[in-house]
């Protein structure tokens, strides 16, 4: 991929843009099909096929019987190889992928869940966004495995991540197969904590503050639908063993420092640098287990703490000024926002 | 920085290339191999210990400096020898320089070079299951190399296994891929020691007979096998006699013989020996090839030195006579000797023809004087003095047929009746398990031939009157000192030797069928595979059907291999069929949805569905998790199938 030449980035583009058609939208999971698995020789490989081709010529030059079956054996164990390829990533099942928000400038993944259903073992499968470096993994047989890209933002909003890459050049470097993988990722990207500003504290002050009214000690809220992440021990079980659903008891900190950030009141003249001041004040307030409430424009949320809350505060903020997640198509840039805020 | 795993993957790498440098200790000049050797010793050293490796700029110069090295050496770069060498000190320096993946690969590639380049030099049946090993050791570094962490006993295995499915394609293009007659280009061949017979003969300055234990040729007859007192292989014949060495004559043109007596058609394959002789048993009719001479004196002189394996087909006749008087100029070439040398010997010849009153008496007598004048055979005679034949016949009384063959040759001479010196083989040992005969350099021998007036040129062989054993058995039973240890030991054991002759006939058959396949066999073998007029056309095709039916047969037998776990059973296969059909209403089954979820799910999003929907998935559950009952569990499993087979959707 060294190549730069604005030709070859043109022909690129065309042939993502015909694949892209020609295989469609993917829907998880998204099992590798021979339809859609691309093979061509490596570097490696083509060196390997005129090396071959060297042989060959001695061989058949000095009527050598040995040296012809060698190139033969060669010849076979090139084309196995271009099989055993193929076959590394045929039948091979893409099952999750997931991305946790990211804030701008910091370190993201996504993760790539596979399956494998064959009894044999596929190492070095591997995966890469548009332009991005390789990350491997290796299936066990008969089992799953998961793998991590690294994701990069450079700003806040919507990473829109279009198309994957999965690729493996195992058993012998000969033969790289690949596929892409088309699917709609939307990874949020938090603003870039930033500023050091002090963060105003408004102890008990606000109305907003006490909802529930309570003093002293954790408030019963109420009870949400279980997921992923939430406590065993604030699991309601006891309904769940009277044939509910999974519940989660939610409870409500009270009594701590409690702070409003208002997005009107940051003394910065850049919207941009507001959003990353207030980012900065709601990581430090979740990290100083104090509740804290977000006032953006047409966006209000109550003063609360959890990383829940912290999650949507980030996210109002991520996407304030984001009116619009239609998506557009970005070829070269996997990784980058397409919706931020200019 | 290297990781461990570089570390590994440089290990194996080097070891393949380690691996194609064995092939050729013993033909590289020793320093080729210590200086490589030092050069992999340094690199692995600095992957563990903190040991520098030489800059860009040091390395240009050993690089430099190992080409003129090799230069000096061989004069030239060109030619297997000196390009092996070359390959071998120029890989080592690549080592030194390898840091990332494609230069571990590079390292592969030269082990593979030079397995190809110990392939065109030796192709023995002896070597080849070490070039099997080296190919596969370097195709299990390939897979070390390419795939970080695969664990270096699955990279054999897997090696292995690749290398098996390519067998049988290899085979199929071995016989089927047509090879083109003749060369590209050459490369030069390095200048190997000569074995074999030479050209000429002094057995007054050899002090003791060197014999070795290696194959001149091999002899497969068509009918019977001739007597053993008949099997003498003819080679040069020499005229020229200095008071020390038989040469070659210039060549007189003598008439040609009539044959008579059986006639032996029988195969010759002769080894490389790097001279110009063919050999045929004694008396050849005909010139086996185009390229081989067959002279007035009855040798086969080829155009070129035999350099590799050589297969032909001979006649000979047992019975030969000159049909002509020999000419003046054949009388005086056959009855000349060297000034005015031995007197003893003269004098002896002269009594002895006075005595005898005719050629072929005189012939007799003089065999008498070598049986009864107490002539012992040995191939550790005394050096004779400059009267050699004086000396021999007087003095030492103690040789090997070149001592025997040379004053023999005189005594005729000296009393006037043409003579001359054949050299060649005699005998050959019996394979039976290759039906052929072996014939070694051990077996080389040296006769005389007499003119007699009337039948021309008979053979008189001196050496059988003194050890007439020699006859029937070879040197190495007559003389087993004669031998290296070795080749002693080995001898000495019956069942040894049953083993020896299996492995030379397995020798054979791997030169005759394997070494030897070429454009020539290939046609033939077409022929008996039913192709009529066989020719490049149809090996092309029948080449490319061959390769198709490998591919396909490749592709099932991994897809096999790897197959999917488990096919799912009826049950999965029904319940898959049905979240298929309701999927088209729009709504599909997400991934985290059981069954009821799913129709709880659709009965929202399409009342109209509800009811049907609902039911079969829950029928569905019950089936899947439900009390099984196995007597009646299959049929119902086949019921449910069959009612989501027929399920029509509005």
């Known amino acids: 991929m060294a190549v730069r030449l604005p030709f070859v980035a043109a022909a690129r583009a065309r042939m993502a843009a015909w694949v892209r058609r020609r295989q469609g939208e993917d829907a998880l999971p998204v099992t590798l099909t021979r339809r859609r698995l691309y093979i061509l020789p490596t570097r490696a490989g083509v060196a390997f096929g005129l090396l071959w081709l060297l042989m060959l010529l001695a061989g058949l030059n000095y009527g050598n019987s040995l040296a012809l079956f060698l190139t033969f054996l060669l010849a076979g164990f090139a084309l196995v190889a271009m099989h055993e390829c193929h076959r590394n990533l045929l039948g091979a099942t893409l099952v999750a992928v997931s991305a946790p928000p990211m804030f701008a400038r910091g370190a993201g993944a996504l993760s790539l869940s596979f399956e494998n259903a064959a009894r044999s073992a596929r190492p070095g499968v591997q995966a890469a966004l548009d332009g991005g470096p390789l990350a491997s993994v290796d299936l066990p047989p008969q089992g799953r495995a998961r793998l991590e890209l690294p994701l990069a933002a450079a700003r806040r909003g919507i990473l829109r991540i279009e198309r994957l890459r999965l690729t493996s050049a195992h058993p012998f470097g000969l033969f790289r197969t690949w596929t892409w993988v088309h699917l709609d990722v ?8 930033a500023g050091s500003l002090a963060r105003p504290i408004a102890s008990g002050s606000h109305p907003g503050a006490h909802p529930h009214g309570s003093l002293g000690g954790d408030e019963w809220l109420g009870l949400k639908p279980f997921r992923d992440g939430d406590s065993p021990r604030q699991v309601a079980w006891k309904a769940y063993a009277r044939g509910a659903p999974l519940l989660v008891k939610e409870y409500v900190a009270t009594g701590s420092d409690l ?17 990353a001041q207030l980012a900065r004040w709601v990581v430090d307030a979740e990290g100083g287990g104090e509740r804290y409430g977000l006032k953006l424009p047409g966006t209000e949320l109550a003063p609360n703490r959890g990383p829940e809350h912290r999650h949507r505060c980030l996210a109002a903020l991520a996407l304030h000024g984001i009116d619009d997640p239609a998506p557009a198509s970005a070829p070269r840039a996997g990784a980058r926002p397409l919706h931020a805020h200019a | 920085m290297p990781t461990r795993e570089d570390d590994r993957s440089l290990g194996w790498a080097a070891a393949a290339l380690g691996g194609g440098m064995l092939l050729h200790v013993d033909r590289v000049p020793a320093w080729v191999s210590a200086a490589a050797l030092i050069l992999l010793v340094w690199r692995l050293a600095a992957t563990r210990a903190r040991v520098h490796l030489p800059g860009a700029f040091a390395r240009v110069l050993l690089a430099v400096l190992v080409a003129i090295a090799v230069l000096v050496r061989f004069h030239t770069l060109n030619g297997l020898a000196a390009g092996t060498a070359l390959l071998i000190l120029m890989a080592s320096l690549k080592l030194l320089e390898t840091w990332r993946r494609r230069d571990r690969m590079v390292l592969v590639g030269a082990g593979l070079f030079l397995l190809l380049a110990a392939c065109l030099d030796r192709q023995s049946l002896l070597r080849a299951p070490l070039y099997l090993a080296e190919a596969w050791l370097c195709c299990a570094a390939l897979a070390v190399v390419a795939t970080d962490g695969f664990p270096g006993r699955a990279a054999l295995a897997l090696a292995g296994r690749t290398l098996l499915y390519a067998l049988p394609l290899a085979v199929l293009l071995f016989v089927f891929f047509p090879r083109f007659a003749g060369s590209f280009w050459s490369l030069p061949r390095g200048d190997e020691a000569v074995t074999g017979l030479a050209d000429t003969m002094s057995p007054g300055s050899i002090g003791e007979l060197t014999t070795s234990y290696d194959i001149a040729f091999r002899a497969r007859f068509e009918g019977a096998l001739p007597p053993p007192q008949q099997r003498y292989w003819r080679g040069p014949v020499l005229h020229d006699f200095d008071g020390a060495t038989w040469r070659r004559g210039v060549g007189a043109r003598g008439a040609p013989w009539e044959f008579s007596g059986p006639a032996y058609r029988y195969h010759i394959a002769l080894e490389p020996s790097h001279h110009r002789w063919w050999f045929a048993l004694d008396t050849p009719a005909q010139s086996p090839d185009p390229a081989v001479l067959l002279t007035p004196d009855y040798e086969l002189l080829a155009a070129r030195p035999v350099a590799d394996q050589t297969d032909y087909e001979a006649l000979s006749y047992t019975g030969a006579r000159a049909a002509e008087p020999l000419s003046d100029w054949e009388q005086l070439e056959n009855t000349h000797l060297p000034g005015e040398r031995n007197p003893r010997s003269r004098a002896l010849a002269h009594e002895l023809r006075a005595r005898a009153g005719s050629d072929a008496a005189f012939v007799a007598a003089a065999l008498e004087f070598l049986r009864s004048g107490g002539f012992v055979y040995s191939l550790e005679p005394e050096k004779l003095g400059p009267e050699q034949i004086d000396d021999f016949l007087f003095r030492t009384r103690t040789g090997f047929c070149g001592h025997y063959a040379s004053a ?42 007499v003119w007699l007036a009337g039948s021309g040129w008979r053979r008189v062989d001196p050496t059988a009157v003194v050890a007439p054993e020699r006859l029937t058995r070879g040197l190495i039973d007559l003389m087993p000192e004669a031998l290296s240890v070795q080749t002693r030991l080995l001898h000495g054991a019956p069942w040894l030797l049953g083993l020896l002759q299996r492995w030379d006939a397995a020798n054979g058959w791997w030169n005759e069928r394997v070494v030897k396949f070429d454009y020539g066999t290939q046609i033939n073998l077409l022929e008996r595979l039913g192709f009529r007029s066989a020719d490049a056309w149809v090996l092309g095709w029948a080449f490319a059907a061959a390769l198709l039916g490998w591919l396909a047969l490749i592709a099932w037998q991994m897809q096999s291999a790897t197959g999917r776990g488990q096919r799912p059973d009826p049950l999965a296969r029904a319940y898959a069929a049905l979240c298929r059909k309701l999927g088209r209403s729009g709504l599909a089954r997400a991934p985290h949805q059981g069954p009821v979820d799913y129709g709880a799910a659709l009965a929202a999003a399409h009342p109209a569905l509800a009811g049907e929907a609902r039911t079969l998935l829950a029928h569905y559950a019950q089936l899947r998790y439900g009390v099984e009952n196995p007597a009646t569990h299959a049929r119902q499993v086949e019921a449910f199938a069959r009612t989501v087979r027929r399920l029509r959707l509005a």
């Open chain 1, 259 to 275: 702070s409003l950030l208002d997005f009107a009141q940051v003394p910065l003249p850049d919207p941009e640098a507001r959003l």
């Open chain 2, 408 to 449: 023999f040759t005189v005594l005729m001479r000296a009393a006037g009746v043409p003579a001359r010196v054949v050299t060649g083989y005699l005998g050959g040992e019996w394979n039976p398990v290759g039906g052929y005969l072996v014939v070694r350099q051990s077996d080389a021998h040296a006769w005389v031939e």
């Open chain 1, 186 to 193: 939307e990874v949020l990207v938090y603003p870039q904590p």
